[in-house]
């Protein structure tokens, strides 16, 4: 298995400050077709997961140019440009190259 | 958005089969992949495997003995089946719907259902 390994567990933002996700993996997530096979979903409490980012960079449908994805391989990052009340709850990385499996998880709370 | 909805017994006890089903309110049960994916205090999330309506299905190594999915594309409805359930099954049971095509490589998820809590206790 790909072992997906986040940091940091938790993170308090202030209000319009930026935040940051490193996600890191076990392989390298880079296909031979050229992308690398890597998302992120946020899971806010009580609602359904929502896709974020696929390809490690690609923003999902819907989702506000605030959320950045980048990185290559083994090495991902989630940032958030300027942080509200609505990004609060868990992110979470998770490969799709072989049998998909997800990171830790991290808990983005407001100060 | 398509919105998906899960269903089945909140409560089992050990060595019984979960069974549960997830309505596609469109006949876009057709053409995806479809998934099931679990997230428990203890192992955090987990991919449990896909189905297409096709009929082919993968599923996690881990859980592949236990695991089978399928669809009724006439209701629009896919299902997961878990046998011989234990305290380690508990967890909240998302289904959602696959955004890539092509049975060559796995894909994420875009579309997903709210849950819905499954407890294992005797």
């Known amino acids: 298995d790909i072992v997906m390994t986040q940091s940091p567990l938790s993170l308090s933002v202030t209000p319009g400050e930026p935040a940051s996700i490193s996600c890191r993996s076990s392989q390298s997530l880079l296909h031979s077709n050229g992308f690398d096979y890597l998302d992120w979903y946020l899971l806010r409490p009580g609602q359904s997961p929502q896709l974020l980012i696929s390809f490690g960079s690609r923003r999902a449908s819907g989702v506000p140019d605030r959320f950045s994805g980048s990185g290559s391989g083994t090495d991902f990052t989630l940032k958030i440009g300027r942080v509200e009340a609505d990004d609060v709850g868990f992110y979470y990385c998770m490969q799709a190259l072989q049998t998909p499996t997800f990171g830790g998880g991290t808990k983005v709370e407001l100060k | 958005q398509v919105l998906l909805q899960e269903s089945g017994p909140g409560l089992l006890t050990p060595s019984e089969t979960l069974s549960l089903t997830c309505t596609v309110p469109d006949d876009s049960i057709r053409t995806s992949y479809w998934s099931w994916v679990r997230q428990s205090a203890g192992k955090g999330l987990e991919w449990i495997g896909r189905?297409?309506?096709?009929?082919?299905?993968d599923y996690n190594p881990s859980l592949k003995s236990r695991v089978t999915m399928s669809l009724d594309t006439s209701k629009n409805h896919f299902f997961l089946t878990l046998r011989s359930v234990t305290a380690a099954d508990a967890a909240v049971y998302y289904c959602?719907?696959?955004?890539?095509?092509?049975?060559?490589?796995?894909?994420?998820?875009?579309?997903w259902g709210q849950g819905t809590a499954v407890i294992v206790s005797s």
């Open positions: 189905v297409f309506a096709g009929g082919k299905s």
């Open positions: 959602a719907r696959v955004y890539g095509s092509g049975y060559d490589s796995f894909y994420g998820m875009d579309v």
